[in-house]
């Protein structure tokens, strides 16, 4: 039988709070600024191809080639659909996904669609190009909380080594 005091081998008198908080803290601290970092550079790429698709889009048919639904949550019901279509552009015919129509269209139904020359999966309908570009407030926000838990973790971590 362990000595009093003992977990599988370890000792626990010598754990000291403040520095198991400010382990913590510093972790949290680090998935929130990692978080924060990864949303910045998605708005970033989303606002980059929205921009491109609005100064280089040139309209062109698509024919809807099928739509797969897309599911979420414990009954399964379809959320959403991603459609394909394909379309000639320059003397080639490509097929790809028809982004910013989310309802079923039905296949070989023709409409409109913008596309990006020497970019062929940048295929929008009309309407996703009237999206706002999204701004960066969530990432802003993720940021600041990371830096108020490092401020609070070296809080913590200093009053541990104190004890």
């Given at each position: 039988m362990a000595a009093p005091g003992y977990i599988r081998g370890a000792s626990a008198r010598g754990m000291r709070p403040g520095r198991v908080v400010a382990l913590v803290t510093l972790v949290a601290a680090a998935a929130l600024g990692a978080t924060a970092v990864a949303l910045a550079v998605s708005t970033t790429g989303n606002n980059a191809t929205l921009s491109e698709l609005r100064h280089r889009g040139v309209e062109v048919r698509v024919v809807i080639t099928g739509c797969v639904a897309s599911s979420s949550g414990i009954g399964m019901s379809v959320e959403y659909w991603t459609c394909r279509g394909s379309y000639t552009f320059g003397g080639r015919r490509f097929d790809e996904v028809v982004r910013g129509e989310r309802a079923l269209v039905e296949r070989g139904r023709a409409m409109a669609a913008v596309a990006v020359p020497g970019r062929p999966s940048l295929l929008y309908t009309p309407a996703a190009?009237?999206?706002?570009?999204?701004?960066?407030?969530?990432?802003?926000?993720?940021?600041?909380?990371?830096?108020?838990?490092?401020?609070?973790?070296?809080?913590?971590?200093?009053a541990g080594r104190r004890s």
């Open positions: 190009l009237h999206q706002v570009p999204q701004g960066y407030a969530l990432a802003e926000g993720l940021g600041a909380a990371a830096v108020v838990l490092t401020v609070g973790g070296i809080a913590a971590g200093r």
